[in-house]
T-cell receptor
Framework: GAVVSQHPSWVICKSGTSVKIECRSLDFQATTMFWYRQFPKQSLMLMATSNEGSKATYEQGVEKDKFLINHASLTLSTLTVTSAHPEDSSFYIC?????????FGDGTRLSIL | KQEVTQIPAALSVPEGENLVLNCSFTDSAIYNLQWFRQDPGKGLTSLLLIQSSQREQTSGRLNASLDKSSGRSTLYIAASQPGDSATYLCAVSPVGTGTASKLTFGTGTRLQVTL
């Protein structure tokens, strides 16, 4: 069964809306989680590392004020896309390390009209 | 900066054929390498994980090899089935963290197995 739950799986909203995506580790604690973005026909690109109890670490070129990350507990990280625009439309996916491997959520497809 | 490349970008084979997917990475200082499967519009399913000290891993009809010194990995799929149709991604994690860390993904190989 799934070890990482991501919600929602699909969002369609108007430009200017803020959208929150949740990533939960099931039955294990994750002090670190990762957020990736995937544009059509491209591979996954790391956006940021979510750290429980401290600030997230963003990859170069990712706007931290636009993509707000909160890791408030050992099982939950949230990504909020603030004032989303059509160019933010993408597939967002989180992962959490467990042992030596990474476990991924099912992803969130975000479409901004 | 680590770069991961996969060849071919797309592949179509008839059912029953054996096939090989290739992955190359520029920085050999890796902690491990994983192969994933991604179905359209879906998340990732981990197929095989190879630690940097290992040469290969097997699971059912899948076999993955790793040659860290040359920066290459292959995923071998035996007796392919239509259900194997998906995009296959390889990803590497860097050394230095002592545990699973952020991944650098390859460009993917889109596989179609036809009847």
């Amino acid at each position: 069964g799934a070890v990482v739950s991501q919600h929602p799986s699909w969002v369609i909203c108007k430009s200017g809306t803020s959208v929150k995506i949740e990533c939960r580790s099931l039955d294990f604690q994750a002090t670190t989680m990762f957020w990736y973005r995937q544009f059509p026909k491209q591979s996954l690109m790391l956006m940021a590392t979510s750290n429980e109890g401290s600030k997230a670490t963003y990859e170069q070129g990712v706007e931290k004020d636009k993509f707000l990350i909160n890791h408030a507990s050992l099982t939950l990280s949230t990504l909020t896309v603030t004032s989303a625009h059509p160019e933010d439309s993408s597939f967002y996916i989180c992962s959490a390390p467990r042992g030596r491997s990474q476990h991924f959520g099912d992803g969130t497809r975000l479409s901004i009209l | 900066k680590q770069e991961v490349t996969q060849i071919p970008a797309a592949l179509s084979v008839p059912e029953g054929e054996n096939l090989v997917l290739n992955c190359s990475f520029t920085d050999s200082a890796i902690y491990n390498l994983q192969w994933f499967r991604q179905d359209p519009g879906k998340g990732l399913t981990s197929l095989l994980l190879i630690q940097s000290s290992q040469r290969e891993q097997t699971s059912g009809r899948l076999n993955a090899s790793l040659d860290k010194s040359s920066g290459r990995s292959t995923l071998y799929i035996a007796a392919s089935q239509p259900g194997d149709s998906a995009t296959y991604l390889c990803a590497v994690s860097p050394v230095g963290t002592g545990t699973a860390s952020k991944l650098t993904f390859g460009t993917g190989t889109r596989l179609q197995v036809t009847l």
